[in-house]
């Protein structure tokens, strides 16, 4: 794993969970490379929590807790869209991918990730700000909003059905 600077911690994933470790802080969104490009701007900063601990099984895990208030791209108007997230995961330890293959996947299961020496907290926190993103991020009253039917529905195709008839004749 590359070398992070001092700034982002680095834990041993079955030490700290043993030892049931304990780190928070918050980091601005700008130092989240994979997070950054999906985003409209960089602007704000993200807060997280990650505690080791072990399951009812005894094995270990991280729990991890974050809070970003993002600005992502409205996909009507391609404007900033204000997106709050708040994830939290259960991270179950394994040593290897071979022994998470191993067992069969539940909807319930907590994820499994593989354990290093040095796992850095910030990808485990931008990983989780990755999946908990919306689809198709939008306003809710979006200016660009397709055309409203007599019922109510959308009808976001309004527009360019105009300008076909304009363009036939009709």
């Known amino acids: ?7 982002f911690p680095l834990i041993d994933g079955f030490e700290f969970a043993a030892a049931g470790g304990s ?6 969104v700008s130092v989240f ?9 960089d602007s704000g900063s993200v807060e997280y929590a990650l505690q080791g601990e072990c399951d ?11 809070r970003a208030r993002l600005r992502l791209t409205c996909q009507r108007c391609l404007g900033a ?7 939290r995961a259960t991270l179950l330890l394994a040593a290897t991918q071979s ?31 990755l999946l908990a993103l919306p689809y198709a991020p939008r306003h809710g009253n979006c200016s660009a909003h397709g055309k409203a039917a007599p019922d109510g529905r959308q009808m ?10 304009s363009k036939s004749g009709h």
């Open 56 to 66: 009812a099984h005894g094995r270990p895990q991280l729990a991890l807790h974050a």
């Open 33 to 41: 490379p994979r997070l950054r490009d999906v985003l409209h701007d």
């Open 99 to 129: 022994e998470i293959d191993a067992e069969p996947i539940t909807p319930e299961m907590p994820e499994r990730v593989v354990a290093h020496k040095e796992m850095a907290v910030r990808d485990l926190v931008e990983d989780e700000l």
């Open 156 to 165: 976001p195709f309004a527009a360019l059905r105009g300008m076909l008839r």
């Open 81 to 87: 869209v204000e997106c709050a997230l708040e994830p």
């Open 1 to 7: 794993m590359p070398q992070q600077p001092a700034r």
């Open 23 to 28: 780190v928070r802080g918050a980091w601005p």
